[in-house]
């Protein structure tokens, strides 16, 4: 499966956190075969004196969207992640690691929503963080 995943921090060494996560999702998950250049960006969806650093990556995996997303969720709390966005409540946090998109091996787009996950993400499309990144690797 083929993984799109946009990654954010806005809080401590930014760059380094993102070069972490991705080390580790090689590590645990697969194989990021692109990145997109760091793109900095001012909070989306809440006020903040802290910029975003952001980048996007494809992720070559043989797991199910839920088990990527159960190692990325941890990947964030072990980088210092203390909660989760709750209805659009969004704060400043050290990792952010969404799917974006996600393909099968033939190349179909899988589209899914459940109490967990919803692919492709609901608001990807609004957000240039993810959009301008995003295009650099497709």
């Not at 999702?25 to 989306?44: A, D, H, K, L, N």
């Not at 650093?53 to 709390?77: F, G, H, W």
């Not at 409540?89 to 996600?102: C, G, K, M, S």
Request: proline residues 4%; aromatic residues 8%; charged residues 25%.
């Amino acid at each position: 499966m083929r993984y799109y995943l946009s990654l954010g921090s806005n809080i401590g060494a930014r760059e380094q956190t993102l070069r972490e996560a991705i080390k580790r999702m090689e590590q645990r998950i697969g194989t990021v075969t692109r990145c997109s250049s760091f793109y900095y960006s001012e909070p989306w969806g809440f006020k903040s004196e802290n910029g975003f650093c952001n980048l996007c990556c494809l992720l070559e995996s043989e797991l199910a969207p839920e088990q990527v997303l159960a190692a990325t969720q941890a990947i964030e709390r072990e980088l210092g992640r203390t909660h989760k966005s709750v209805n659009g409540q969004y704060a400043d946090r050290t990792l952010d690691i969404d799917i974006i998109r996600v393909y099968d091996k033939d190349g179909k787009e899988i589209v899914s929503s459940n109490a967990l996950l919803t692919i492709p993400h609901p608001l990807w499309e609004q957000r240039d963080f993810v959009k301008v990144p995003l295009q650099e690797i497709l």
